[in-house]
């Protein structure tokens, strides 16, 4: 299924954590200059009182004029382009953009997503951040949120077109300070570990950010051996670190996210020239042999023997088991059963994780009046929670048309266009199932599929976990009741994390 989205977005979100990311650890008559520098811009207003002088070291640390483009690469394939500019406004104030432009093929179709963030900061040392723009175009569906702080709250205002605005619930102060624009280059010119946090442009919720300067590395740059300074960004939303690569005069030159994402370096002309990047082909994991029969079957089970699956991920559930072999690999068997009629529990559930299953958020928007009708339209007075959810899904798969190149990100955006891929399916039953009273979240793992070219391989993919008194997987868009023991799950609703997966995961063996 297509997975266009895997990691650039959480891409996205760390870049904005860390807009340009780094600045050298340059020797000190560099930092000297770029202090002298400070002071002269602060001389330029006499008689000014001290504390409107004093400016954040985000402005001190030298960065490169009009901003910098970078080509963006899935496995060495270009995939899209990204812009990243930090400036001085008047009236004592920050501005930083970050723009990412994604396109590649998926299927049939042309995937091309623009987003585009621009933030504005007071400038004086932990300066707080003002106010926002979010600009969502393309694959996603066409939005802004536009959010302003306002007393002692967020205030957020959404626009779509040919849809009223909508104002948001206020939103606590961002926690977000002018240092977290661009805590690489900041971390380098105090020569010290910068922790803060960021506000994250797709979710506008608060995570932790850490950047680390480590020990430089040298590299063949142009045919020729420099020693490149090396940060490392780590976010408590993506839990990917991103390795950022600088020259001694503070030009970065790379960003690794993991061993699958990379960002280079380019002029305007050469970055915004992309290839057509065909990414279900790119992204499979293929597979020795066909999967047995029984892998459909519900109860079902195969077993899979894995390659470069990091320990982490290999976490016994009830759907997984994991043995590790002496050589290194590791035999994974997936099951699937449906819940036991014994545990079955009448609406509405408590959720295990304390409601965070419960929730509505920008993205599953539980609480709208839409989902909420749609759903009582649908389980009417349906008490049983697992027939409800089965109730819930079978209605997605028979409503939503199947489109790989109409996306949305929002519940109420899939409802009223009512198509999409295994993302849109998902995204509406997890709304319509917390809107029911059943908690319920979105699975991101790999399926067994055998495309057009005969090829038997695991493509990447989304379906749900419902808590119904246990926990169970419904696949809507394959109107699967009990999601089959091909899906082999690795993290939960766009997981950064198993981004690196993508390239590196093998499967040796099928049993």
Known sequence: MRRTRLGLLSLLALLTG?????????????????????????????????????ISDVLKAPRPKGGEYFGLYLMDKKVGWFFTDLTALPGNKVQSINELIFKAQVGTRVSERVHREVRVYEAKPGGKLLSFTVTQKGDGGDNELVGTVTGDSLRVVRKRPGQPDEVL??????????????????????????????????????????????????????????????????????????????????????????????ARAESETVAKRLDL????????????????????????????????LPEKFQQDTYRQKYHRLPDGRVE??????????????????????????????LAVEADAPAIKAQA?????????????????SAWVYSNLQKDYGASADRATDVLRQKKGDCTEHSLLTVAMLRASGIPA?????????????????????EWVEAYVGEWTQLDPTFNQPVADATHF?????GNAEIT????ALQVTDVK
């Open 376 to 392: 009582r339209s649908i389980i009417r007075d349906e008490k049983d929670a697992y027939t409800a959810a089965r109730m819930l």
């Open 169 to 262: 619930k206020p939103l606590p102060l961002p926690k977000e300070t002018v240092e977290d624009a661009d805590q690489a280059r900041v971390a380098l010119l105090r020569g010290q570990k910068v922790e803060g946090v960021a506000l994250d442009g797709t979710d506008l919720e608060g995570y932790r950010t850490v950047t680390t300067v480590e020990a430089p590395e040298e590299q063949m740059l142009g045919g020729v051996k420099v020693k490149l300074s090396r940060v490392s960004t780590l976010s408590d939303k993506e839990k990917v670190p991103v390795a950022a690569f600088l020259t001694t005069d503070g030009k970065m030159v790379r960003v690794d996210f993991g061993q699958t994402m990379q």
């Open 489 to 493: 799950y690795v993290g939960y609703e």
């Open 332 to 361: 994974v068997t997936l099951m699937a059963a449906p819940p036991s009629p014994k545990g079955r529990l009448p609406r509405p559930v408590a959720d295990p994780d304390k409601g965070e299953n419960l929730k509505s958020t």
């Open 18 to 54: 860390a807009p340009s990311p780094a600045w050298a650890q340059a020797p000190a008559a560099l930092k000297n200059q770029a202090k002298a520098a400070a002071a002269k811009a602060q001389a330029k207003t006499p008689g000014a009182p001290q504390a409107q002088e004093q």
């Open 277 to 308: 990047v065909e990414v279900f082909g790119l992204t499979r994991v293929v597979l020795p042999q066909p999967l047995p029969a029984k892998a459909r079957e519900v109860p079902g089970q195969v077993k899979l023997v894995m390659k470069n």
């Open 441 to 461: 979240r979105r699975v991101d793992g790999v399926i067994y599929m055998v495309n057009s070219d005969g090829v038997p391989a695991l493509y990447w993919h």
């Open 500 to 503: 690196p997966l993508i390239g």
